[in-house]
């Protein structure tokens, strides 16, 4: 049974971190593009940062560039988003996302493509 496990969520002063973590069971994730949404509240779901296989690429959203940092441990089977200097404007629910096609890099924070997902974490960061 394929699932992925977020966790780490929580409530932050601006300015402060967080770790997130996802933990994948039932299949690993070194065959497979990962990557982080979020969804604010009234908002669409978007692309935090993405990793493709092959070239090992990462993509990041222009609003948490230097912010954030997504990475992963092999070994444990799990990724992780390092959020950093966060603000009011990071709150939401973040997922985790698996995607066996290997999105082109272009694609890698878009939601098409991406089969297996978290059941989100929350982030809420006060002012």
């Known amino acids: 049974d394929v699932q992925l496990q977020a966790s780490g969520g929580g409530l932050v002063q601006a300015g402060g971190s967080l770790r997130l973590s996802c933990a994948a069971s039932g299949f690993t994730f070194d065959d497979y593009a990962i990557a982080w949404f979020r969804q604010a509240p009234g908002k669409e779901r978007e692309g935090v940062s993405g990793l493709r296989r092959g070239d090992n690429r990462r993509a990041y959203a222009d609003s948490v560039k230097g912010r954030f940092t997504m990475s992963e441990d092999r070994a444990k089977n799990t990724i992780y988003l390092q959020m950093n200097a966060l603000k009011p404007d990071d709150t939401a629910v973040y997922y985790c996302?698996?995607?066996?096609?290997?999105?082109?890099?272009?694609?890698?924070?878009?939601?098409?493509?991406?089969?297996?997902w978290g059941q989100g974490t929350l982030v809420t960061v006060s002012s």
């Open positions: 996302a698996a995607s066996s096609g290997n999105p082109i890099y272009q694609n890698l924070l878009r939601r098409i493509g991406y089969t297996y």
